[in-house]
T-cell receptor
């Protein structure tokens, strides 16, 4: 998992509840990403951040929010506005802002709705 | 364990044989490609990468081939072992789009190694 930790491993959400997924990296990477993984689909980008205190929407940002107050941390909040939150959530990071750089992934958090 | 893809194409290979997993990518301008391995319930693990100015790159027991003419990428695993059983997917770097370098990820192929 290359220095990227995600917690919890499993998370249960009640209807109408906001939940926050943690992502921490000790790789000194500038860029961090959140992806959603659903069965039979490729990873889809939710949000990304290239620098502290800055983040941008990805392809499926609706119903999610993020913050980047520290370089090593990029938490994702799944809000009650996300109507289909059940999925496997993956956090990733890469060293900088260049194109030809490898993204490394955390172990993932599985979110389930009660 | 959790499944990352319920209806993925599956490649079944006898232990000790070579495996070839294929990926068609979408953008002829993509200049960097990665292969990942994902075991059930875990995050993707980097295997090998290749830049568009190369057509072949070798690692330990793995080789990636890039055919830009037909936009095709393949991963070859030599002497496949039970521990190689996983879902494998490719990622292409789409270039600079909307303020960042975006990756597009394939849906993956499930590799089953038969003892």
């Amino acid at each position: 998992d290359g220095g990227i930790t995600q917690s919890p491993k499993y998370l249960f959400r009640k209807e109408g509840q906001n939940v926050t997924l943690s992502c921490e990296q000790n790789l000194n990477h500038d860029a961090m990403y959140w992806y959603r993984q659903d069965p039979g689909q490729g990873l889809r980008l939710i949000y990304y951040s290239q620098i502290v205190n800055d983040f941008q929407k990805g392809d499926i940002a609706e119903g999610y929010s993020v913050s980047r107050e520290k370089k090593e941390s990029f938490p994702l909040t799944v809000t009650s506005a996300q109507k289909n939150p059940t999925a496997f959530y993956l956090c990733a990071s890469k060293p900088g802002l260049a194109g030809i750089e490898t993204q490394y992934f955390g172990p993932g958090t599985r979110l389930l709705v009660l | 364990g959790e499944s990352v893809g319920l209806h993925l194409p599956t490649l079944s290979v006898q232990e000790g044989d070579n495996s070839i997993i294929n990926c068609a990518y979408s953008n002829s301008a993509s200049d960097y490609f990665i292969w990942y391995k994902q075991e059930s319930g875990k995050g993707p693990q980097f295997i090998i990468d290749i830049r568009s100015n190369m057509d072949k790159r070798q690692g330990q027991r793995v080789t990636v081939l890039l055919n830009k003419t037909v936009k095709h990428l393949s991963l070859q695993i030599a002497a496949t072992q039970p521990g190689d059983s996983a879902v494998y997917f490719c990622a292409e770097n789409m270039g600079y789009t909307s303020g960042t370098y975006k990756y597009i990820f394939g849906t993956g192929t499930r590799l089953k190694v038969l003892a």
